[in-house]
């Protein structure tokens, strides 16, 4: 035989002799593998249940701070209550009291995102106000005659619209 095919039977020989040692470190790799697996699904899991936490806590404590707002005009509506009104001079009071508390809420209100819908131009707008009563009247038609309801718009969206009487064209000017 010559040296190449000696080598060849060597070969499988010591193929043989050292797959107990691929075989331990396959297992050795695999083991990494399963352990690295397992550490992964274990943070996953605590990842999924830390943001299962904070979105509870987001929806039990999302008024907070709109909640601590408030606690002024609730406490200044008391003290109108327990205060005794009697004559003019109380009645000026008390209304003085309730003007108060109308800013104080406006402000928390405004604090919040919270505004009243601008009316300034006087022109309906179905996706902001919301007729509640036709009248003929002289002039241009869609006109706002008169406010029944505020409506609010939170940031971007409508909270509720405005309630207003809204002019149409007089049967004399068809």
Same mark, same amino acid.
């Given at each position: ?22 075989? @331990? ?59 005794? @009104? ?28 919270? @505004? ?18 036709? @009248? ?39």
């Amino acid at each position: 035989m010559n040296e190449n095919e000696e080598e060849k039977q060597e070969s499988p020989t010591n193929a043989v002799e050292s797959a107990p040692e691929a075989v @331990v470190n396959w297992e050795e790799k695999a083991e990494g593998y399963r352990n690295d697996y397992l550490r992964a699904l274990a943070d996953a899991e605590n990842q999924r249940k830390r943001h299962e936490k904070q979105v509870e806590d987001a929806r039990n404590y999302a008024v907070d701070r709109f909640a601590r707002e408030l606690l002024p005009v609730v406490d200044s509506l008391e003290l109108a209550l327990a205060s005794p @009104v009697e004559g003019a001079e109380g009645i000026a009071q008390l209304r003085q009291g309730l003007e108060n508390t109308l800013t104080l809420f406006a402000q928390a209100l405004g604090k919040a995102g919270i @505004v009243p819908i601008d009316m300034s131009e006087g022109r309906f707008d179905p996706h902001l106000h919301q007729a509640i009563a036709m @009248v003929e009247a002289e002039g241009d038609a869609n006109r706002i005659l008169a406010v029944h309801q505020k409506g609010y718009i939170m940031h971007d969206r409508l909270l509720r619209p405005s309630m207003v009487s809204v002019s149409k064209a007089s049967k004399a000017a068809e």
